[in-house]
C-alpha cells in the first residue's frame, strides 16, 4: 500500500486534507487496529475448524478405543498404537480397493488426457474446415445434458458395459470444459515454430507428439491431476454400474464400512471376520486416512494449478 | 465461456480448395477429431436424444423406438402422486443452502482481502482449501464418525443435554448437517472467484478515498463491495439457476430410514426411481421437468438482475 512519503496537502471541498496522513491514518486509527486483531483472529479461526476434523481424524486412528471413548478432545493420542492400520491392511480387502482405485486413476486420466489432447489439438487450428460445427456441438453440450436416466439406459442397456470399468471411465472422456482450456493454450503456442516443423518434414501427428507436447507438459499435468482427483474421489458410477464386489473403489468400499455400517451399529463383517475384535471407531478413522492420503500427497501441486486453472475460468467466464 | 462461444463465428479460411482435398493435406487432424467427436456424439447427444423415453413407457427389451408412446402420462402420473413433498424438500433444503452458504465465501473472500501480511493469508487460504479436494464419501465418514453416538460430538452432546442426539438420523438436523457439510467444504473453496474479482478494483480508487478521509468500513462498503457486485449478481443466476438441483451423491449417502421425510427431494426421487426402481420413463420426466424450470429460473433471474441494472448472465 501507500507509502509514508510526504506528499502536499490538498485541498478538497474546503477542507484541507494531508494526503499521507490519511493513508496512515486508515490503518492506523484505533478501530482499523482492532478489526485487524478481530478479522486475523476469525480467519485463523475459519482456517483451524477447516482442518481440525482432519487432524482430528488422523490423531484418532492411532489411538486406542479407551482413549477415544473417554478423552474428549485430542489430536495426539497418549498411547500411540498401530492396532487399526495393522487390522485393516491383515484382510485383502482394503488392499484391493485401494489398488482398483488406483487403477480406474491411471487408465481413466490416461483416457481423459488422450481424448482432451487428440480433440483440442484439430480445434485449436483455425484453418481447419468443420471447426466450427464441432465446437458448436462442444459448447452446447456445456449447457444441456440428457439427464442422469438417459444416460444410464445408454451405458447399461445400449453399450452393455454395465460391470467393467469402461463404464466408469468412457462416460466422462472429455470434460468439455477442460478441452476448451486446452485448445485455448494450444492455439497461444507460436505458429512459427509448428511452421518450421512442418518444413522439417513433420506431419500433424509428428508435430504434436514432438513439438507441442514437450511444450505442454504444464498444461498437461495441470489437467491430468484434474481428472485424476475427480477418478479418485467419485463414488456415484462405480455404485451404479459395477456388479462386482471385489472391482469396487476405494470410496465405495469406504461407504460401505462406515455410511451403511452405521445403520447396523458397529458391523464389521466386511472385513475379516477371523480376526479379533478391534477397536471399531479408530478402524474408520484409519480406512477415512488411508483413502484421503494420496489427495494430501498431490494437495501442494493441486493448490498451485487448481486456483490457476479456476482463474483462468474465471476471467474467462 | 464467453469467450468461447464467440469463437466459431470466427472468419473461416476463405479460398476454394474442397473438403476432399483439405482433409487430404491435414488427414491427421481429421484422424485425431475421431475419437473426441464420437465421444461427444456418442455420451452427450444420444441421451440428449434420449429425452423422448420420458413420453414413452420405455421397456429396455424394446428399445427406444420399440416402446410405447404415452405422451404425457408421466407428468400427469407425478403430480398424482405426492409430488408436493419431493418439491417442498427440495425448496427448503435448497434456500436453506442458498441463505447460509452463498453469503458465506464472499464474507470470507471480504476477510482476506483485508488482511495485509502475504504470509498469512497465503497459509490460511492454503488450509481453507484442502476440504474442496476431499470426496464427498469421506466428507461424510469424517460426520459420521464425529457425529455419531460414539463419536466425539454425539458423546458431547450427549452428556450436556443429558440424552442422545441423533445427529445423523433427526429429520430436524438432516438440512443443517447438509448446509453445515457444504460450508465447511466449499467455503474456502467458494472465495478464489471473489478473490479474483477483487484484485480488478482499481487501487486508484482506495487511495482517492483515502485523501478523502474514508475508513475502512466507509472503503469496503463504497469501492470494494461494489467493485464485485456484477461477480455477486453473476453467481447468484447461476444458483438460482440451479435451485431444484439439491444434487444426489451428498443426499444418497446421508439419507436413511429415520430422516426419510426430509431427506427425499427431487434429485433423490430421480436416482430412486429411475435407478434402484428402473422406472426409467417416470424418472426421464421427472428430470425433465426439473431442467425446464431450471431454464425458467435462469431467464428469470437473469431479467430480474438486468432491471437491477446488472449485466447478469448474458
Known amino acids: 500500500m501507500a507509502k509514508e512519503k510526504p506528499v502536499n496537502s490538498v485541498n ?16 492506523n486509527s484505533k478501530g482499523s487496529i482492532l478489526f485487524d486483531v478481530i478479522n486475523y483472529l476469525i480467519v485463523g479461526l475459519a482456517s483451524i475448524t477447516t482442518v481440525l476434523p482432519l487432524i482430528y481424524v488422523i490423531g484418532a486412528s492411532f489411538a486406542t ?17 498401530l492396532d487399526a492400520y495393522k487390522y485393516i491392511f491383515a484382510s485383502n480387502k482394503l488392499i484391493r480397493a485401494f489398488g482398483n482405485s488406483v487403477l480406474i486413476t491411471v487408465c481413466g486420466t ?7 489432447v487428440t480433440m483440442a489439438y484439430p480445434i485449436s487450428k483455425k484453418y481447419l474446415k468443420g471447426r466450427g460445427p464441432i465446437l458448436t456441438m462442444v459448447i452446447i453440450s456445456m449447457f444441456f445434458s440428457g439427464g442422469m436416466i438417459p444416460g444410464y439406459i445408454l451405458v447399461s442397456s445400449i453399450l452393455k458395459l454395465r460391470g467393467t470399468y469402461w463404464a466408469i471411465i468412457l462416460p466422462g472422456a472429455i470434460s468439455a470444459y477442460n478441452m476448451m482450456i486446452v485448445k485455448n493454450f494450444f492455439q497461444g503456442i507460436p505458429q ?13 501427428l509428428t508435430t504434436l507428439v514432438r513439438i507441442v507436447l514437450p511444450l505442454s507438459l504444464p498444461v498437461l499435468a495441470t489437467f491430468g491431476l484434474f481428472y485424476a482427483v475427480g477418478h479418485w474421489n467419485s463414488y456415484f458410477s462405480a455404485m451404479i454400474y459395477l456388479t462386482d464386489s471385489r472391482m469396487y473403489p476405494l470410496q465405495l468400499l469406504l461407504r460401505s464400512i462406515i455410511v451403511q455400517a452405521e445403520a447396523s451399529a458397529g458391523d464389521m463383517s466386511l472385513m475379516d471376520p477371523n480376526f479379533v475384535e478391534p477397536p471399531a471407531q479408530s478402524i474408520k478413522m484409519a480406512v477415512i486416512v488411508v483413502a484421503t492420503v494420496p489427495i494430501m500427497c498431490v494437495y501442494p501441486f493441486l493448490q498451485k494449478y487448481f486456483v490457476k486453472g479456476v482463474m483462468v475460468g474465471a476471467l474467462k467466464g | 465461456m464467453d469467450s468461447a462461444a464467440k469463437t466459431p463465428a470466427k472468419p473461416r479460411k476463405k479460398g476454394g480448395s474442397s473438403l476432399g482435398t483439405e482433409i487430404s493435406k491435414h488427414l491427421w487432424l481429421y484422424i485425431m477429431l475421431i475419437p473426441g467427436v464420437l465421444y461427444f456424439i456418442i455420451f452427450k447427444y444420444l441421451p440428449m436424444g434420449g429425452i423422448v423415453i420420458a413420453f414413452e413407457n420405455y421397456v429396455p427389451f424394446s428399445g427406444i423406438t420399440g416402446s410405447k408412446w404415452v405422451g404425457l402420462y408421466w407428468f400427469q402420473f407425478f403430480f398424482k402422486s405426492n409430488w408436493s413433498l419431493y418439491l417442498v424438500n427440495t425448496l427448503v433444503l435448497s434456500f436453506m443452502s442458498i441463505i447460509l452458504t452463498f453469503p458465506a465465501p464472499i464474507i470470507l473472500a471480504l476477510m482476506l482481502n483485508e488482511i495485509r501480511s502475504l504470509k498469512y493469508k497465503k497459509l490460511t487460504q492454503t488450509l481453507l482449501y484442502v476440504p474442496h479436494f476431499i470426496s464427498i464419501v469421506i466428507v461424510v465418514s469424517i460426520t459420521y464418525v464425529i457425529f455419531g453416538a460414539s463419536g466425539l460430538i454425539g458423546r458431547f452432546a450427549a452428556q450436556v443435554m443429558g440424552h442422545k442426539v441423533d445427529f445423523l438420523g433427526d429429520p430436524k438436523l438432516f438440512r443443517w448437517m447438509i448446509v453445515g457439510q457444504n460450508i465447511w467444504k466449499e467455503t474456502g473453496w467458494g472465495t478464489i472467484i471473489f478473490l479474483a474479482a477483487l484484485t480488478n478494483v482499481d487501487t486508484q480508487l482506495y487511495e482517492a478515498s483515502m485523501i478523502d478521509g474514508a475508513n475502512r468500513a466507509q472503503r469496503l462498503w463504497h469501492i470494494t463491495l461494489p467493485a464485485i457486485r456484477s461477480t455477486i449478481v453473476l453467481m447468484l443466476v447461476l444458483r438460482m439457476g440451479s435451485v431444484l438441483d439439491t444434487g444426489y451423491e451428498q443426499l444418497i449417502l446421508m439419507a436413511n430410514a429415520k430422516n426419510r421425510s426430509v431427506s427425499q427431494t427431487l434429485d433423490v426421487f430421480v436416482y430412486q426411481s429411475g435407478i434402484q426402481n428402473s422406472q426409467y420413463s417416470y424418472a426421464s420426466a421427472v428430470g425433465l421437468l426439473k431442467s425446464i424450470v431450471s431454464v425458467v429460473m435462469v431467464v428469470g433471474t437473469n431479467k430480474i438482475a438486468h432491471m437491477l441494472g446488472e449485466e447478469g448472465l448474458y
Open chain 1, 12 to 27: 478538497l471541498n474546503g477542507k484541507k486534507v494531508v494526503a499521507h496522513e490519511g493513508a496512515v491514518g486508515v490503518y
Open chain 1, 65 to 81: 478405543e479407551f482413549e477415544l471413548q473417554t478423552r474428549p478432545m485430542f489430536i495426539i493420542p497418549h498411547d500411540v498404537t
Open chain 1, 110 to 116: 490416461i483416457i481423459n488426457l488422450f481424448f482432451t
Open chain 1, 192 to 204: 512459427e515454430l509448428e511452421e518450421s516443423a512442418y518444413l522439417d518434414g513433420c506431419n500433424d
